[in-house]
């Protein structure tokens, strides 16, 4: 397993020279703070490019206060088609326009994803494989119906769906 650390702080992200393939990892881990940057979601096609066996994909995202809640940007990212992620975890999901666009990217790319486990709570690493979710800084951490049916309208009738609160 491998966990990497996106933090907000990080601007112009470059790819790094030599690595082409992640080729032993089949289950990754991501914290990113917040997941709302073309730079950050590049880093992502580049992880699924780079890791053609990845099985199993967990984001852990963390909002704050101060992250600043704007309407994505027009992102154009090149298409990736990955045939073994089937399991895709997504922690602290609020149902934030960026989301959405990083949820679909996902789900169109990953052609044989078979279960997407959503939930609005972040998931905290506490070491030694342990993992305890935490409340978001937000008021409510359930997603609201309305979200739930936007969620539904994204992720393809053949993949399952699993919401956490």
Request: aromatic share 6%.
């Amino acid at each position: 397993m491998l966990r990497i650390y996106l933090g907000s702080r990080l601007v112009n992200l470059e790819l790094p020279e030599g690595v082409t393939s992640l080729i032993n990892i089949k289950h990754l881990v991501l914290t990113v703070l917040p997941f709302q940057d073309k730079d950050m979601l590049s880093w992502l096609t580049y992880i699924l490019k780079a890791a053609p066996l990845l099985t199993n994909l967990q984001l852990n995202q963390f909002h704050s206060r101060l992250s600043r809640r704007s309407e994505p940007d027009d992102i154009l990212l090149p298409e990736v088609t990955h045939v073994n992620l089937t399991k895709l975890e997504i922690n602290g999901y609020q149902g934030e326009e960026h989301e959405k666009v990083l949820l679909k990217y996902l789900v169109d790319s990953a052609v044989k994803l078979d279960l997407l486990v959503i939930s609005p709570r972040m998931k905290l690493y506490s070491g030694l494989n342990d993992w305890r979710y935490i409340n978001s800084n937000t008021s409510d951490n359930r997603v609201s119906l309305e979200q739930l049916q936007e969620l539904h309208s994204i992720v393809p009738k053949a993949v399952r769906v699993k919401y956490c609160d």
